[in-house]
């Protein structure tokens, strides 16, 4: 099964700076990473698929990029709507699994 | 607009079956693949299996001796079934459709005790 490790585990920021998480792979999973966004009480939303494909409606703001084992979540100008939970999870190797989340909150 | 709406009890005994519907609207059972995931209290996420509109399925190996999935294609809806279960298995369970094996759109989640 692969393992993916996100860091860091919290990330304290302010609206408007920007935001880099990260999403390490236990084994390559060549690009096949998806990052979703959850809030409380809601389900996931995904945000980026195959690692830098934003999905429908996501704003400009959020990009994705790596490959192989290491990936990571930009997004560009915190809105104070984007405090919420982070997970990255791969689809190359069954079962899928996801990261433990990165919590991007309000400093 | 896909939505996917998950129906079943919020409550199961110990040993028993739990059993949950994932109604689809927006779309058709036959479009696409359709998946479960699970989130215990506090915890990550879980992927649970998937399945396609013929029957064919994929489990977890961590669950697959305990899970059945299926499709009514009359109802454009599919169920799980998770058998014998314990505390453990107390969780949020979402429905969600595949496209591309990607999670695209995802039910609300039902949160699903496992006590006596």
């Known amino acids: 099964e692969v393992v993916l490790t996100q860091s860091p585990a919290t990330l304290s920021l302010s609206p408007g700076e920007g935001a880099t998480l990260s999403c390490r792979a236990s084994?390559?999973?060549?690009?096949?990473l998806a990052w979703f966004q959850q809030k409380p009480g809601q389900a996931p939303r995904l945000l980026i698929y195959?690692?830098?494909n934003r999905a429908t409606g996501i704003p400009g703001r959020f990009s994705g990029s790596g490959s192989g084992a290491d990936f990571t979540l930009t997004i560009s100008s915190l809105e104070p709507e984007d405090f919420a939970l982070y997970y990255c999870?791969?689809?190359?190797?069954?079962?899928?699994?996801f990261g433990q989340g990165t919590k991007v909150e309000i400093k | 607009q896909v939505q996917l709406q998950v129906s079943g009890p919020g409550l199961v005994k110990p040993s028993e079956t739990l059993s949950l519907t994932c109604i689809v609207s927006?779309?058709?059972?036959?479009?696409?693949?359709w998946t479960w995931i699970r989130q215990p209290t506090g915890k990550g996420l879980e992927w649970i299996g998937y399945?396609?509109?013929?029957?064919?399925?994929n489990y977890n190996p961590s669950l697959k001796s305990r899970i059945t999935m299926s499709v009514d294609k009359s109802k454009n809806q599919f169920s799980l079934n998770l058998t014998s279960v314990t505390a453990a298995d107390t969780a949020v369970y979402y429905c969600?459709?595949?496209?591309?094996?990607?999670?695209?759109?995802w039910g609300q989640g039902t949160l699903v005790t496992v006590s006596s």
């Open positions: 969600g459709r595949l496209r591309g094996s990607i999670a695209d759109y």
């Open positions: 927006g779309d058709s059972i036959s479009n696409s693949y």
């Open positions: 399945v396609y509109h013929t029957g064919n399925t």
């Open positions: 084994q390559s999973i060549s690009g096949y």
């Open positions: 195959d690692a830098s």
């Open positions: 999870q791969q689809r190359s190797n069954w079962p899928w699994t």
